[in-house]
């Protein structure tokens, strides 16, 4: 049994499950639909996405957020073939319900985190 955590997701994190669940549906579209969601589609999505978990981020961050999880998605389509990466996107769809525990799942979040870190990094630089 899961205990449950109330504790409030801090900025960094809300960042980071938005950039995965913005890469699950990319791939979920790609993979049902062969097409890749536009960044205006991603930013739109995201804007539901942050609404729907009482979370707010200003259009130019859920913007560069949708930019991320669409080189994200395509990172991960571009190494797998068509059966693992229907079983990766459906992974990752589940994973957007808390009570569903995948070690797949687990994996691309913590992917997801370094790719958000790896951008942060080039923008403190730039």
């Not at 049994?1 to 791939?27: K, N, Q, S, Y």
């Not at 995201?46 to 949708?66: Q, V």
């Amino acid at each position: 049994m899961r205990v449950r955590d109330d504790t409030p997701p801090t900025p960094r994190g809300i960042r980071v499950a938005l950039l995965f669940a913005l890469a699950a549906h990319r791939l979920s579209a790609y993979y049902e639909h062969g097409q890749w969601l536009t960044e205006a589609q991603g930013a739109t999505l995201a804007a539901d996405w942050l609404a729907r978990s009482k979370n707010n981020l200003p259009l130019a961050e859920r913007r560069r957020l949708s930019g991320l999880s669409d080189r994200f998605a395509r990172q991960v389509a571009s190494q797998l073939s068509r059966e693992a990466g229907l079983y990766t996107a459906h992974e990752m769809m589940e994973a957007l319900d808390p009570n569903y525990q995948s070690e797949l799942a687990q994996t691309l979040l913590a992917a997801c985190e370094q790719q958000l870190a790896s951008d942060e990094a080039g923008l403190d630089n730039a």
